[in-house]
């Protein structure tokens, strides 16, 4: 174990959850493979394109074609969610799992967490800004991040609500910080927010619960 969070650093080496949500936080840095960035990055950009994308009924049958391969073989090497590398993957943007917009942790501590985050051509909403239900999935996870450093520990978001106060960009570093301001027995109430630049597009309360031992 390292400090920090109730972190397990050989999650392959135990049971790796309690109930129906992780027993500790899985951290690894080589689940996948070297290669396994770069594979993230092609799958990202393969999102990104098939969002903008309008494809000749040709190309639609070639592509069609091409994706059912890839889609077969990713089948093989399909494994169960606790194995996963994707959200453990600490060394890789948002611990390698692609559900998420991209963020770089910059510091994390009893201060709270502090990323770059990137929403890209997938997360449109509309006029080349990010949909709101993809900044409100950032804030979840560094929401869950935050509350792990502060109580070391697993919670769960019991509510969630933002505030959308500025357009927020698509492909441009924003900066997401998220810290606990309030523990009252196993509620953690969690605070975010969201800046391009000095710009503050979206802010987050939040209340996580700390998961009992066991609890689904
Ligand atoms: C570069 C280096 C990096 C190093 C990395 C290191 C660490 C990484 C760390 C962490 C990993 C990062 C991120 C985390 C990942 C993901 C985060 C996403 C999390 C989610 O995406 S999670 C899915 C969505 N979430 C649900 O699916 C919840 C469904 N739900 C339930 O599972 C239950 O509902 C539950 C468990 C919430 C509570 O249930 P329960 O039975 O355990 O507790 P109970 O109901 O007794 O409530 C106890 C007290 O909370 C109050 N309370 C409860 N709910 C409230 C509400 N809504 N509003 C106001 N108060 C509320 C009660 O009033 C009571 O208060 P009081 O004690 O004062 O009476």
Redesign the pocket.
């Known amino acids: 174990m390292i400090d920090?969070?109730d972190?397990s650093e050989n999650p392959d080496d135990e049971d790796p959850h309690e109930g129906g949500f992780r027993a500790h936080?899985a951290?690894t840095t080589s689940r996948g493979g070297p290669r396994y960035a770069e594979f993230s990055e092609q799958v990202r950009t393969l999102m990104d394109h098939a969002r903008y994308a309008c494809p000749t009924p040709e190309m639609a049958d070639e592509l069609i074609e091409d994706l059912k391969k890839i889609n077969d073989k990713l089948a093989t090497v399909r494994i169960d969610e606790w194995h996963s590398p994707a959200g453990t993957r600490?060394d890789l943007p948002s611990r390698g799992n692609i559900t998420l917009p991209p963020y770089e942790?910059i510091d994390?501590g009893p201060d709270g967490v502090t990323t770059t985050l990137t929403f890209r051509d997938f997360h449109l909403g509309g006029n080349a800004a990010a949909h709101g239900g993809h900044i409100a999935v950032a804030f979840?996870?560094l929401?869950?991040?935050a509350s792990?450093?502060a109580i070391e520990g697993v919670s769960?978001?019991?509510?969630l609500t933002v505030q959308y106060r500025s357009i927020t960009p698509l492909n441009t570093p924003l900066r997401a910080r998220t810290w606990a301001e309030k523990i009252?027995?196993?509620?953690v109430f969690i605070k975010g927010t969201l800046h391009d630049g000095d710009r503050l597009c979206a802010e987050m309360d939040a209340?996580f619960?700390k998961?009992?031992p066991g609890?689904p």
Do not use: C, H, S, W
Not at 184 to 187: D, F, L, M, Q, T
């Open positions: 920090g969070p972190i936080t951290i600490i942790v994390f979840d996870d929401g869950g991040f792990a450093i769960r978001t019991a509510y009252e027995g196993r509620k209340l619960i998961l009992n609890q």
